[in-house]
């Protein structure tokens, strides 16, 4: 099979990371991917946030834990996550996120890392502490979370998840 058409189908959600950062040129690899992703009219808005120092992915967690009122880490102990945020202005931002996000899952697997979409970031990112760090970061107000991508080295295998029969059709 073909290198790419082999990363797509193999790559898995992992739920269980190593602690060691993964280096810069991985993190770089992701994130050409999630820039190179296609938006709708060419509009290129979508900014990447990667966040690898741990007081800050610890509170992210946190955060992201807090919208599902629990307080288990919803990042699984990986030590790197990419927020994806699109501008709310413009009429494709989730799709246009939603390619990022997937584009960077896939690119971390060629690459050898595990990685997972965490989902809430728009509630994340709603919550006074989010806007806080929005602005700290540099990303105008419009913008609203679109996804986190965790990032690391896979620690246990990842469950697998055969797709079901039946969802295509060519007429
Ligand atoms: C929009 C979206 C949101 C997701 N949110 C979460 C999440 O918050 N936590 C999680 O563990 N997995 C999350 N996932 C991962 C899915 O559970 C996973 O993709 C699905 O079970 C299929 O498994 P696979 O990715 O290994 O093929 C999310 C996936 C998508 C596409």
Known sequence: MNDTMNTLITRR???SYKKEQITTE??????????WAPTGMNRQHTKLVAVTDPETVSLLSKMNAAVMGTANDPFYGAPCVVIVFGDSNVYTYVEDGSLAMG????????VGLGSCWIHRAKEMFE????KALMAEWGIPESYKGVGNCI?????APAAERPRIEG???II
């Open 13 to 15: 959600s992992v739920r």
């Open 26 to 35: 991985e993190l770089d690899a992701v994130l050409a991917a999630g820039i």
């Open 103 to 110: 584009n960077m899952m896939n690119a971390a697997h060629a």
């Open 127 to 130: 919550s006074e502490e989010g």
């Open 151 to 155: 990032l690391g080295y896979i620690d």
């Open 167 to 169: 969802r295509t059709l």
